[in-house]
């Protein structure tokens, strides 16, 4: 299975990845920081976290609504949980 690329991976998970396309830039800090501000706001009823890498990595997550996407050499991956109260 090959990663999606920025421009298809809205094709794993319409909720999440549009609104995050933007957010991904040219390393893996500022990518996961940038996805986690902008998905406080777009997401409050949820929490999201943000796995990003410079390099492959493998995970295990229990969830209906993720997405994993790559720009240049950073891989995101991005999950929804519910809210904790």
Do not use: W
């Amino acid at each position: 299975m090959s990663i999606p690329t920025i421009n298809n991976a809205g094709a794993i998970s319409n909720n999440i990845i549009p609104t995050h396309e933007h957010a991904m830039v040219n390393d893996a800090l500022g990518s996961k920081r940038s996805i986690h501000d902008e998905s406080l706001k777009r997401f409050p009823e949820s929490t999201v976290d943000v796995i990003c890498s410079g390099t492959g990595f493998t995970y295990l997550v229990s969830t209906t609504e993720h997405c994993e996407a790559q720009k240049d050499n950073v891989i995101c991956f991005v999950y929804k949980r519910p809210l904790i109260r």
